[in-house]
């Protein structure tokens, strides 16, 4: 498969500081639990987490909405819940990326059936060709018109995740 780099691991290493800073002065004196989205989230939220300087609690939630083709199934599976106690909690979901939204917009209703404090979004990527539902991004790394992206944790059959940049599939 043909791709190339699209966003370098040095552009994705400062912008994950600069988003970690604007969570740590918004949470300032909060302790907010970060959700991170399993699986393409992981490598995203581990770099977030280590850069944020305020307590923070994290958890993780399990979706998933592709087969194995590059389109979105529009069917959202849970594949593990959350673990920890959200009543009355300021959440962050952490998101690799929003395509046509669904899978947040299912998710955030799961998370306000549980009555947090509050709920905000941070995505490493905002693509938005695809968007079907309105999904506010509080804190987003990139936007991106359109396209397949892999690495980063982002997958094509569950392969690529491993690469330190992302690359666009040609
Ligand atoms: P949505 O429900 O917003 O359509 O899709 C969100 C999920 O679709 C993401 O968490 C991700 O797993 C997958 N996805 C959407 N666009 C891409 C892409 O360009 N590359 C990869 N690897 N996954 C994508």
Avoid at 20 to 43: C, H, N, T
Avoid at 65 to 74: A, C, K, P
Avoid at 140 to 169: H, T, W
């Amino acid at each position: 498969m043909e791709k190339e780099i699209l966003i370098s691991r040095e552009r994705i290493r400062e912008r994950v500081k600069d988003l970690a800073r604007q969570i740590s002065s918004d949470y300032e004196g909060k302790s907010p639990l970060l959700i991170g989205i399993l699986k393409g989230s992981v490598f995203f939220f581990a770099d977030l987490v280590r850069e944020i300087s305020i307590p923070v609690d994290i958890d993780f939630i399990g979706a998933s909405s592709y087969g194995s083709q590059m389109e979105s199934s529009g069917k959202i599976r849970l594949t593990k819940q959350v673990d920890s106690l959200l009543c009355a909690r300021p959440v962050i979901l952490v998101e690799d990326i929003v395509d046509t939204g669904l899978t947040l917009t299912h998710l955030v209703k799961t998370i306000e059936s549980n009555s947090p404090e509050s709920i905000k979004i941070c995505a490493l990527i905002d693509k938005l060709e695809r968007r079907e539902r309105t999904v506010c991004v509080d804190y987003c790394g990139f936007q991106i018109e359109k396209g397949f992206i892999v690495g980063y944790g982002l997958d094509y059959n569950e392969k690529y995740r491993q690469l330190p940049d992302i690359y666009i599939i040609k």
